[in-house]
């Protein structure tokens, strides 16, 4: 059953819209404050004048102070339709000289202005200013308070909060879609490559297009451009293998099928005995074909070297006792020079005795009896220097890199060989972060085959090739 996954849009969202609606509540219990705040300002303005108004209708008499508060002043303070007013006019001692309700004094005394200050009366919270109005003495101070309720403070609030919340619903819903619109736009590029890459096939290995990308879409398509890039290399490096491999196959399957057919139509005799050892060279030439064309696909992935200590002294008498016999036979001495005590190289111990074997092989082949091929090892710098000289035709200066391509020959060639000897030994070479170069032998005769391998692992540099 197919998982269904959360589009990248919704992801966004998901982490977008969260905190916007926080802020948007937090926003409006801000404002609720705010306006809350110059709601209480307004209304404690005219708590303030009720208060002094009110202490100015003291007025002495001969006992000491008097309250004169006509009935109609009276109810002009008292009358609210939405408040409860409450007004009380004391001294120092308590003794109410006028009011219609006994209300809480103040924690502190503020000479010369109204006090305000919040408490509560019959249960209800209310909001007191609070004045004084001095005397001769302390005691004929009267102490003059006016208090309400908060009901109209409260509807103010809510009133300005009702006409600003559908506004504000309408701008959260417009900033939502916005969101919605412009979150599909900015992964529209995302988009348009996923269509790109979907419409392709195995063949297609050309760049996406990075016109118009943002910043960080075009880095992840350049390097996809450049994996692609790597890729189309490779497959193209593989069809040209196997286009090159299927012609090399051809021609000694075709000659070893002819060689078949002859001993078939031949009597027994000396005839058929020279044509079944035809047969028997042309299957090791093949084989030997095939070997080299297997050794080089594994050398050009090197990524899977395997890496261990290898002998080198070990390593080349093993490849020298293994050819000696081809050498014998064509009349060529093999002598080997290897410096003492060099140490172990590491690295890949069945491609890096291939690689010797493959350069070896061709100084035998190439060279002409009676000639002398010259193997001499030692360490430099970190590295292992290892040559092999022959006393051959040798290799132009002009076709020194050239024969480094695959089933390609020097002109000078004469001995059968397949042109992988030297393709084989530069892909594993660099493997292994090393070098091959080429040089002419000792009086500029015959072909010197040099390579330079670092003793302890090197990261693979693609542009060490010969020269």
């Not at 220097?385 to 132009?396: H, K, N």
């Amino acid at each position: 059953m197919r998982t269904e996954r959360a589009t990248l849009r919704r992801g966004l969202l998901r982490w977008l819209l969260p905190p916007i609606l926080a802020l948007t509540v937090l926003w409006v219990w801000a404002t609720h404050g705010v306006v809350l705040h110059f709601a209480n300002l307004a209304h404690d303005r005219a708590l303030e004048d009720s208060a002094r108004t009110l202490a100015g209708q003291v007025v002495p008499d001969g006992a000491g102070l008097a309250v004169d508060l006509p009935p109609a002043a009276r109810r002009m303070l008292e009358f609210d339709e939405i408040d409860t007013v409450y007004f009380s006019v004391t001294d120092r001692s308590g003794r109410v000289w006028a009011g219609n309700r006994a209300l809480p004094a103040a924690d502190i005394e503020v000479d010369g202005d109204a006090h305000l200050y919040d408490g509560t009366v019959d249960g209800r919270r209310v909001r007191l200013a609070e004045f004084v109005t001095r005397g001769e003495v302390r005691d004929h101070d009267l102490l003059v308070r006016v208090a309400e309720t908060l009901n109209k403070r409260e509807l103010m609030a809510q009133e300005v909060m009702t006409y600003m919340l559908a506004p504000q619903a309408v701008f959260v819903t417009g900033l939502a879609l916005f969101l919605w619109y412009g979150v599909g736009r900015g992964i529209a590029p995302l988009q348009r490559v996923s269509a790109a890459i979907a419409c392709r096939n195995h063949a297609d290995m050309g760049p996406i297009d990075e016109q118009g990308l943002p910043a960080e879409v075009f880095e992840q398509v350049h390097v996809i451009n450049q994996l692609m890039e790597r890729l189309g290399h490779t497959l193209d490096a593989q069809k040209r293998f196997m286009a090159d491999a299927t012609h090399q196959l051809r021609t000694p399957i075709t000659v070893l099928r002819t060689q078949v057919e002859l001993v078939l139509r031949t009597a027994e005799g000396p005839e058929r005995e020279r044509l079944l050892r035809d047969m028997d060279a042309a299957c090791a030439r093949l084989a030997r074909l095939a070997n080299q064309l297997l050794s080089l696909s594994r050398a050009e992935a090197g990524a899977s070297l395997a890496r261990a200590p290898v002998v080198v002294s070990t390593m080349v008498e093993d490849v020298v006792a293994a050819l000696i016999p081809a050498a014998l036979a064509r009349g060529i001495e093999v002598s080997v020079d290897i410096e003492p005590g060099l140490p172990a190289l590491q690295g890949d111990g069945v491609l890096l005795p291939e690689m010797l074997a493959n350069i070896v092989d061709n100084a035998i082949r190439y060279t002409r009896p009676p000639g002398e091929v010259v193997i001499h090892a030692q360490a430099h710098d970190d590295h292992l220097l290892l040559s092999v000289s022959d006393s051959g035709p040798g290799i132009s200066i002009v076709e020194r890199a050239q024969v480094f391509e695959r089933f390609r020959r020097g002109t000078s060639a004469r001995a059968e060989g397949s042109g992988l000897g030297l393709a084989i030994a530069r892909e594993i070479v660099q493997a292994h972060g090393g070098r091959i170069d080429l040089a002419s032998g000792a009086d500029d005769n015959g072909l010197q085959v040099t390579l330079t391998i670092p003793l302890s692992p090197q990261p693979q540099d693609p542009s060490a090739t010969g020269s």
